[in-house]
């Protein structure tokens, strides 16, 4: 049988690791691909913070999941102390002793296999597939080849294969700015969100492919609409447009979903919706949307908070909450009676503006004959008694 085997920490798997892998299975025509994740690794300590081996294993096989004849092991995981890729190997060659097994590596492992413990062993047993790390290793890469022919009779192919100008090091800095998602497999990306990986940010564009079938076609131009108008308000007043847009794009999230639901998501995270009331309904997607959030997008407490409150308000408001009530109050597709001068002032004095759109909220709302949140009323009284909040 011919089998090809990826090893590395995976930390995280990227597409940088799904394509030379694609290529490399293509290319030798292999009948299965083994994706070994590296426990401890002898030659390099894997950085503080770094996703527990359970993590690692999950993310590498949501990054190559739909491969064929896909073989994920955890033996690296489960070996205690230092791990070896010459004690793996022995342990695949002895399921097929006759079979041909490749070791797919990048550039930068080729140059210290000899080095490897049990180097010499592993480079006369194995047949070598060799992608660039990098644009224009090809010749490097050649080289090597010709001389490990020459002084250990290695078998050698170089994988062609276009690089992808990322590393995992690099990566986890990226996603700790709020970027880097494009390196990724979609599935690995929202497992890092929902996990808070790698002190992650979530990308916006990102965040929004993966929010968007949330919610209802009609509701998307008003979540739209939030969002600009959260990173607009965020750099007038200083607050951190990321986090301004990211609530902004789940603040609605659980908007469509059954009432039960919604409980249930608030009892998982343990949200406590207070004084709710069936008559009170229309807040409640506030209160699970911000469990939501954190349940499935790890977002930070600040994000949540502002998600929580953005329906009903409270009491000394964060800049951050007021910048998300706001937006959702004044989204250029809103049309409320009073809206455009509210509009004019939140540009002016942030919390002019959130009490006039209080009072506004709260007229409407005996004009309609509901009845308002108590936290809404509250956070009226606070801005009226000149208390500015956080």
């Known amino acids: 049988m011919k089998r090809g085997f990826f090893g590395g920490t995976f930390n995280p798997p990227h597409l940088g690791h799904v394509r030379a892998a694609e290529a490399a299975a293509r290319q030798l025509e292999l ?5 070994i994740p590296a426990g401890t690794p002898p030659h390099k300590k894997l950085p503080d913070g770094s996703p527990t081996p359970e993590q690692r294993r999950e993310m590498a096989e949501l990054a190559f999941g739909s491969f064929s004849g896909l073989r994920l092991l955890d033996w690296e995981l489960l070996r205690p102390g230092r791990s070896y890729t010459a004690d793996t190997v022995e342990r695949l060659l002895a399921e097929d002793p006759e079979g041909e097994l490749w070791l797919l590596c990048g550039t930068d492992m080729f140059e210290t296999l000899p080095h490897w413990y049990r180097g010499k062993w592993l480079l006369s047993v194995l047949h070598v597939a060799v992608y660039p790390r990098e644009a224009g290793q090809e010749e490097l890469i050649d080289e090597l080849a010709e001389r490990y022919r020459r002084e250990y009779n290695a078998r050698v192919r170089r994988i062609e294969l276009t690089p992808t100008a990322v590393s995992s090091t690099l990566l986890r800095s990226l996603l700790r700015e709020g970027k880097g998602a494009e390196y990724l497999p979609e599935p690995v990306y929202a497992y890092i969100l929902k996990n808070r990986l790698y002190a992650v940010r979530p990308e916006p564009e990102a965040l929004w492919k993966l929010a968007e079938g949330w919610y209802k076609p009609s509701r998307i131009p008003h979540v739209l609409g939030c969002r600009s108008e959260a990173v607009r308000l965020a750099r007038r007043w200083g607050a951190d447009p990321l986090d301004a847009e990211t609530a902004a794009i789940l603040h609605d999230i659980t908007k469509k979903m059954p009432a039960e639901e919604q409980l249930r998501l608030c009892r998982e995270r343990g949200t406590p919706v207070p004084d709710y009331r069936p008559e009170l309904e229309a807040m409640l997607h506030a209160f699970s949307g911000a469990a939501a959030a954190t349940l499935e997008f790890g977002v930070s407490p600040e994000v949540e908070s502002a998600i929580r ?18 937006a959702d109050y004044i989204e250029p597709n809103r049309s409320t009676p009073g809206v455009d001068a509210v509009r004019a002032a939140a540009y002016k004095n942030l919390d002019e ?28 009284a606070f801005l009226q008694r000149g208390e500015t909040g956080r």
Request: aromatic letters at 10%.
């Open 31 to 35: 009948e299965s691909l083994c994706i």
């Open 309 to 326: 409150w953005h329906t009903t308000g409270r009491a000394d408001m964060s800049l951050l909450e007021k910048i998300v009530w706001l």
């Open 353 to 380: 503006a959130l009490t006039l759109a209080l009072e506004h909220s709260l007229e409407y709302l005996e004009w309609k004959g509901f009845t308002p949140h108590p936290a809404t009323r509250e956070a009226l």
